[in-house]
């Protein structure tokens, strides 16, 4: 079964892999979350309405921008490939 298969079947996810799961990484999600958490209960019903159409546009973004840095990625290696399999290595 070759990348491609898996890739359009799901059984690889490139998002899930994005990150390591660094000490640093867990801290700042755990500090997001609590500040999070935080500024919602302090929301009246109108603020809070405007805070979640607030974080859905920025995980849109954040995909759209994910998904362009996966894609420049792929293409980056493909063309290192390329100058590897011409030049015999890639520092030229």
């Known amino acids: 079964m070759g990348f491609f298969y898996k890739l359009f079947n799901g059984e690889i996810c490139p998002i899930e892999n994005l990150v390591r799961q660094t000490p640093e990484y867990t801290k700042a999600l755990h500090e997001l979350a609590a500040a999070s958490d935080k500024l919602e209960k302090s929301l009246t019903p ?47």
């Open 46 to 92: 109108e603020q809070s309405d405007l805070f979640y159409a607030m974080k859905n546009a920025k995980a849109e973004v954040e995909t759209i921008l994910q998904a362009e840095a996966y894609r420049m990625g792929f293409i980056d290696g493909l063309e290192m490939k390329k100058d590897i399999e011409t030049n015999g290595n890639a520092a030229d």
